[in-house]
Structures are given as C-alpha cells and as structure tokens.
C-alpha cells in the first residue's frame, strides 16, 4: 500500500560535483563557520575537518574520544556539542573532528544527523526533500 510522505525543505545539489553536498552551519559559543559536506549514509558520524571546529575556538582533543574504522584503516575523531544547521533544520547533536589536520573531508553521517532527518531524492533532477524526523 503506498504512503505519503511529505518534506518541509527541496535543495538542489549540483550535479556536477561527485556526491550529495550540501551547505554546512556549525555554532558553538557564539562563534560560527560554515561550508559544504557530503551526505554519507555509510558514515556511523557526521566528521570534519579540524580546522573548522578550531575556527570556533574548539580545543578538538576536549572532544569525546573515539576510533573510527574504514576499509582503508582507522583514525581518531573527538566529538563536540554543537549546532548543526543544514538546508534549513537545525538541531543541537555531536559532531566528529578528525585529529588530522590532513583529514580535509567533511561528511554527515547516520548517529545525531541521518537518524533525525526524513530525506528523499530524485538523483535524476538532483532534487533532495528534506525534513526534520520529528516534523509532519
């Protein structure tokens, strides 16, 4: 039986650039950045690089510790209560900075951002619908 789902929010990706990237907002104690970041569904955390959250004046290693593994190999993240504002919704959750200054990837990831969004798409027209889980 079919169900209807509806979405608060439409953004249009580029097509042009490989993945699904859409505008970042990080606010932490009245200070801000913002950039891009690919959506990951295999990505257990939303991770990014350090340097953005050392804009914000976050010491990264009084983060919350943690491993994450890949298939090609493992690297330490610190997490951060933070929030976090793309295409319109905004939620308070923990993000990941990776140790390395080297690591300049920034993706979102299942735990404290997929997990609280409803999301569909037309990768086709690089169409995303978006909206908060919570939100009718």
Known sequence: MP?????Q????????TPGIVVPI?????GKFVTFK???????SYSIFWRGHGEEMG???????????????GN????????RLTTVGISL???????VHPQFNRNVLGRQGWLDRMKIGLVD???KLLISHYDQA
Not at 75 to 82: A, M
């Open 25 to 29: 907002r990080l606010d932490f104690a």
């Open 124 to 126: 086709y027209e690089g």
């Open 58 to 72: 976050l010491n990264i290693e009084d983060g919350i510790p943690d491993e994450v593994s890949t298939a090609m």
């Open 92 to 98: 308070d959750t923990i993000v990941y900075f990776a």
């Open 3 to 7: 169900e209807a789902v509806t979405f």
């Open 9 to 16: 929010h439409v953004y249009h990706y580029s097509m042009a």
């Open 37 to 43: 970041a690919r959506i990951d569904t295999g990505a």
């Open 75 to 82: 690297f330490r993240v610190y997490g951060h209560h933070l």
